[in-house]
């Protein structure tokens, strides 16, 4: 989880989980999108307008 948010927030703006997830050797945008939700709902991101995240 550190790591998905780390990759967000050293991304330099909004990104979207298939953005996030080709940042991860095999991972999908299907297993990154919770770890977001949950970042979301934890106020360590934020989701924008267009449905991307933002640190």
């Known amino acids: 989880m550190h790591a998905v948010r780390d990759a967000v927030q ?11 997830s ?3 050797r095999r991972t999908k ?5 919770p770890l977001l ?3 979301v709902t ?3 991101l934020r ?3 267009d449905g991307s995240y933002a640190g």
């Open 10 to 20: 050293q991304a330099g703006q909004s990104v979207s989980a298939a953005q996030v």
């Open 47 to 49: 989701e924008t307008d």
């Open 37 to 39: 939700t949950t970042l």
């Open 42 to 44: 934890l106020s360590f």
């Open 22 to 24: 080709a940042r991860f």
């Open 29 to 33: 945008p299907e297993k990154v999108q």
